[in-house]
């Protein structure tokens, strides 16, 4: 089975989604690990596909920026980052399905792939 892992977040998100990605590699899944070009890195060097979805600049200007750390401006500060990926992430999604033949796994913030599930009838499972 092919699945798509959609990780958007902060290290929270990435870090358990890697784990989980690695239990399905394990077990003889074929893994793509969708996330922001920050972590491209980390998810290698776990031995994971990792596929870009927003550049690493996006990220640390949200981690840069003071509103991020405030507890009634921070969702607002990540969403603009998420929000300016969901058009690359969209795509990357779509082109990287075989309907009938894949599953998605998605944080929280991966609201993209909701929108996939809607159209296509791609299962998801939102961690």
Do not use: C
């Not at 358990?16 to 690695?22: R, T």
């Not at 998605?104 to 993209?112: D, Q, S």
């Amino acid at each position: 089975m092919k699945i798509i892992v959609i990780a958007l977040g902060s290290d929270g998100d990435i870090n358990p989604m890697i784990e989980i990605s690695l239990v399905l590699k394990a077990r003889g899944h074929q893994v793509e690990f969708l996330a922001n070009g920050h972590f491209a890195k980390r998810v290698k060097a776990a031995g994971l596909t990792f596929v870009e979805v927003g550049e690493a600049r996006l990220y640390e200007e949200a981690l840069n920026t003071p509103h991020v750390w405030d507890a009634r401006k921070g969702f607002a500060a990540v969403w603009s980052v998420i929000n300016q990926s969901l058009p690359i992430t969209y795509k990357v999604i779509k082109e990287r399905l075989i309907p009938g033949q894949t599953i998605m796994v998605g944080t929280t913030l991966a609201l993209v792939a909701r929108m996939v599930q809607e159209e296509t009838g791609t299962p998801l499972v939102t961690v």
